[in-house]
């Protein structure tokens, strides 16, 4: 399960680089993206994957710590998934700006020249 969860945070981390490095900006903007999922997920599994496991812990029963979920990562990427949704709508608006006063949507404000 590990690697899986390795892979897929590499893939998504891979791909929001490579499209942090093209010419328009819609792509630098998915980008971003990608890269906020794959640090989403990293944060989560930080906080160790569990299967199996009781969510909460029952009433009248001494509970292990260890055989639950630490908290403190989850409500860190619930939290960053609510910063990269203001981000990423600001982004947009500053992307349909842009695109109003240049007339394109290359980062640099320019069409490549042939």
Do not use: K
């Not at 639950?68 to 990427?77: F, G, K, N, R, T």
């Amino acid at each position: 399960m590990e690697l899986i969860v390795a892979l897929g945070i590499g893939m998504l981390t891979g791909s929001g680089v490579w499209l942090l490095l093209r010419p328009r900006t819609f792509e630098v903007i998915v980008g971003l993206s990608l890269l906020t999922y794959a640090v989403n997920i990293f944060i989560f599994s930080t906080g160790g994957l569990r299967s199996g496991a009781l969510p909460v812990l029952e009433r009248g029963v001494a509970g292990d710590l260890a055989q639950h979920a630490d908290p403190v990562p989850q409500a860190l990427v619930l939290t960053a998934i609510v910063i990269s949704f203001a981000t990423t709508a600001l982004f947009l608006v500053l992307l349909l700006a842009l695109r109003g006063l240049t007339g394109t949507d290359h980062v640099d404000g320019r069409e490549r020249e042939e």
